[in-house]
Every structure is written in C-alpha cells, then in structure tokens.
C-alpha cells in the first residue's frame, strides 16, 4: 500500500473514532412482535463479523430521525444540496410512487445491472440474479421513482417497531445525475409521516464502512451515525369496541 493510501486510511479511520466517540447514544423499538420483527431484531443484535463484542448493527447505524419534521417539505427546508437536487428531479419530469414489485421485476433487475459497480464496490451476486425473490408482506413496501411510467429507482421498506428501514436502495445509472435519489429519500420520508405517524427514524444500514460517496449521500440526506440498543416491546393490546375489557365492566374511579 503506498504512503498516501496508508495517510488517507489513517485520517478516516481517526475520524471515525472521534466520531464513534460523540454519536448520541440511543434506544430504538424494532419490534412490538409483528410479521418479520423478531427476525429483524435478531439480525441487527447479531455480533460483528470483526468486532464480537457489538452487535452487527449497533455502532454507526445511519438514521434519519423524524420527529422533529412534519412533512416532506419540512425535511427539506434544513437540506440545502438534497432540496436542490429534489428540485432537478422535479423539473425532468420524475415523480414517486408506490409499485408491485412482481409486476415490475424486469425493470428492478434492469435498475440493479445497470451499473458493474457501486461505490467502488462490485454488486453482489444475490442481486444479479433475476430469479432472486423480492421479500413481500405485511410490513414491505416497495416505493418508486418514474419518468413517464419508468421506473428509474426504487427502495424497498420495511416497517418494524419505530423504524422505517431502507433495506435496498438503487437507482439507474443512467438517472443518478437528475437528482432521483434525493427524490426518493424524500418519498420515503413523505409516506412515514403520512402513513405511519409513529415511525421515530428512517434506517439506511451503516455510516461506518460505507465508501466516501455514499457517506456524503446519507450526510446530504439528514442521516447521522447513532449508537443504537434496538429494543423490544410487547405487543399494545388491541383496543376492544366494548371498552377495556369486553365482557367486565370497567372499573371506576
């Protein structure tokens, strides 16, 4: 390794730590026992790979917290790169919406290939595979960006506890210039506060060991690192149309 590349990991790997050092320490619900939680949970407490002492996502994880913002507008208004690259979007004609994975994977796949690399990084073979399954259900959603009836990105979301989760985001190659992921971060967060007004953060993996490029991303975004204990919850009792405890009368003050 030349004497740059060494600088350059040492500089980065010393601001990571400065930053580990100063992310705010949080708790986070990611389950309430619903389809897929427990699993999701079970996966974000696994121990690193390198580092056994941590969960696999706990140190560095890259959220988007919404409660302080109303709406997608309000986002927005504190985002100065990502509200200028929203606009680009807007102007070429690009729209969001939600979409069905089944009746579109010809188009997901043919946004998935259309790049041999991302971030300096080859894409992986699960993702190359057109026979891959698209995970659906209760808590999935697949949202969309189009040109016309294009579909040019698209982000897959999971809903678990207090957490929207962004567990694949990709946009063609041929599109990222028009400012389509700025776009569809910002549906994201446009459908959160609109169709889950309980979601406390938007989740998009990792800050730490992601490439410049899509460190810078999620910055632009409104992502920060977080030191995260996800959490589990019991489920809240449904609410019963005969009161608190259908067939008892309820108790009096």
């Avoid at 690192?225 to 009161?243: K, L, Q």
């Amino acid at each position: 390794m030349s004497a740059p590349r060494r600088t350059d990991r040492l500089r980065r790997l010393l601001g990571d730590l400065g930053t580990a050092a100063t992310m705010p320490r949080i708790a986070v619900v990611v389950s309430r026992g619903g389809d897929g939680e427990d699993e999701l949970l079970a996966a974000f407490r696994h121990r690193h790979p390198r580092y056994r002492v941590v969960g696999r996502k706990v140190v560095g994880v890259a959220l988007l917290a919404l409660d302080e913002v109303e709406d997608a507008d309000a986002y927005l208004a504190g985002l100065r790169y990502a509200r200028r690259r929203v606009r680009r979007a807007t102007r070429l004609g690009y729209r969001a919406a939600l979409f069905d994975p089944a009746a579109r994977r010809a188009e997901v796949q043919a946004i998935r290939t259309s790049l041999p690399e991302r971030q300096g990084r080859a894409m992986d073979p699960e993702f190359l595979d057109p026979g891959a399954p698209l995970p659906t259900g209760a808590g999935i959603e697949y949202l969309g960006v189009f040109r016309g009836e294009t579909l040019a990105a698209y982000v897959q979301l999971q809903y678990a506890g207090d957490i929207v989760g962004m567990m694949d985001l990709f946009g063609h190659g041929e599109h990222l210039g028009d400012g389509i992921m700025f776009m569809l971060v910002a549906a994201v967060v446009d459908r959160a506060k609109r169709t889950r007004p309980q979601a406390r953060f938007i989740y998009y993996d990792m800050y730490f060991g992601a490439s410049d490029g899509l460190r810078a991303f999620k910055r632009h975004a409104g992502f920060q690192p977080y030191y995260v204990r996800w959490r589990r919850v019991p489920p809240t009792p449904a609410a019963s149309p005969e009161g608190p405890a259908a067939g008892r009368p309820a108790a009096r003050a």
